[in-house]
């Protein structure tokens, strides 16, 4: 004779939790995410625009560098840091201090320079091969017309690339889509597909080794801290070195 066990704890018609980063409900998630950034992408420099031909200036005024395109760019940004962190804390089940937001310890900080060490090491090594095949010159795709005149352009250029992009990016690619990739197909394979991911997103064909091999360097780091400061810290430091020599130049 069978007996019939009832959990006291599970009331009746409560549902279990669900998985950590169902496939599905994820996939979704991430969609809806990628959807949200592209309308505020639009509405922003679509205001950017109105603003820009209300004072009389030429669309010419909104390149890379200028306050009139990386505000904006900043406001799409921490636009949708909060939809993907309620998406990371729903699909893992986790709190954000498992996910990686807490302090940093003094072996984080080893970490992190190290992250560092290896990014530019790689980073001046795969420069040298891009000036071997008369490719030394090459911009950044979105990049090609940078140009910073005044103080807002300048501080307005490092904090959207060296202080609020590394934060929002590091929470989607590294919190979000490496664990989510870590769980369903392994950890190598998971940080290959992601970080291949995080290359083709910038949109350039000849950095596209070098953003892939940083991407590889934050999931690294990141897996071996457990915290998303520290690859934050590492993805900022190659963005201000970047952006120090757009200055430089320009």
């Given at each position: 004779m069978n007996t019939l066990v009832v959990d006291a704890s599970s009331p009746v018609g409560h549902r279990p939790?669900?998985?950590?980063?169902?496939?599905?409900?994820?996939?979704l998630a991430i969609a809806g995410i990628v959807i949200w950034l592209t309308f505020l992408l639009v509405f922003f420099l679509c205001c950017s625009l109105v603003i820009a031909n209300s004072q009389g200036l030429d669309v010419r005024f909104i390149h890379a560098g200028s306050a009139w395109r990386e505000i904006p760019a900043i406001c799409v940004y921490l636009g949708t840091l909060p939809?993907?962190?309620?998406?990371?804390?729903?699909?893992?089940?986790?709190?954000?201090?498992?996910?990686?937001?807490?302090?940093?310890?003094g072996s984080d900080l080893l970490t992190v320079g190290a992250g560092i060490a290896?990014?530019?090491?790689?980073?001046?090594?795969?420069?040298?091969?891009?000036?071997?095949?008369g490719l030394g010159d090459h911009e950044q795709a979105g990049f090609e017309k940078f140009h910073a005149a005044g103080a807002l352009d300048q501080v307005?250029?490092?904090?959207?690339?060296?202080?609020?992009?590394?934060?929002?990016?590091e929470v989607f690619?590294?919190?979000?889509?490496?664990?989510?990739f870590a769980r369903w197909f392994g950890v190598v394979p998971g940080i290959i597909v992601a970080s291949l991911l995080f290359g083709a997103i910038h949109?350039?064909?000849?950095?596209?080794?070098?953003?892939?091999?940083?991407?590889?360097?934050?999931?690294?780091?990141?897996?071996?801290?457990?915290?998303?400061?520290?690859?934050?810290?590492?993805?900022?430091?190659?963005?201000?070195?970047?952006v120090g020599a757009l200055l430089a130049q320009h």
């Open positions: 939790p669900a998985p950590p980063y169902a496939v599905w409900p994820t996939l939809m993907i962190l309620a998406v990371l804390r729903r699909r893992s089940g986790m709190t954000f201090a498992q996910l990686g937001l807490r302090g940093l310890r290896c990014d530019f090491m790689l980073g001046f090594v795969y420069q040298s091969v891009l000036e071997r095949l307005s250029v490092i904090v959207a690339m060296c202080i609020v992009a590394p934060i929002v990016e690619f590294r919190g979000l889509l490496l664990n989510a949109g350039d064909a000849i950095l596209f080794p070098a953003l892939v091999m940083l991407g590889v360097i934050a999931c690294v780091v990141y897996r071996r801290t457990h915290n998303l400061f520290a690859a934050m810290l590492v993805h900022a430091a190659n963005n201000l070195i970047a």
